[in-house]
């Protein structure tokens, strides 16, 4: 099993910043595709933002240009930059393998985009 641990989240005005972090427990995150889901009130859990082990990158429509995933696997860690937040981004974040989530849910980390 691999745990993850997100945090970073927090209350932002609209077009905000914040980083998120994700550790996993275990050395072997580096042979892990990687997803960014999040879940806000009353919605299904979304895929966000997905980074294979080689870097690349993919994007849901509507973060796209706002958000970038990155990852470092000899941290065991893995991070999402979001800029230019919007009220609809609030949700709490988690992380997990993607596309499929393979391991137990986190806590995830709350962002709340408000003025």
């Not at 932002?12 to 990687?34: E, I, W």
């Not at 391991?103 to 408000?114: D, I, L, M, R």
Request: aromatic share 10%; hydrophobic share 35%.
């Amino acid at each position: 099993q691999v745990h993850f641990v997100e945090s970073g989240g927090g209350l932002v005005h609209p077009g905000g910043s914040l980083r998120l972090s994700c550790a996993a427990s275990k050395t072997t995150f580096g042979v892990y595709d990687m997803g960014w889901y999040r879940q806000a009130p009353g919605k299904q859990r979304e895929l966000v933002a997905t980074i294979e082990v080689g870097g690349t990158t993919n994007y849901l429509d509507a973060v796209k240009g706002r958000f970038t995933a990155s990852r470092d696997n000899a941290e065991n860690t893995a991070y999402l930059e979001m800029a230019s937040l919007k009220p609809e981004d609030t949700a709490i974040y988690h992380c997990n393998t993607a596309p499929g989530a393979s391991f137990p849910w986190g806590y995830g980390t709350q962002v709340t985009v408000s003025s």
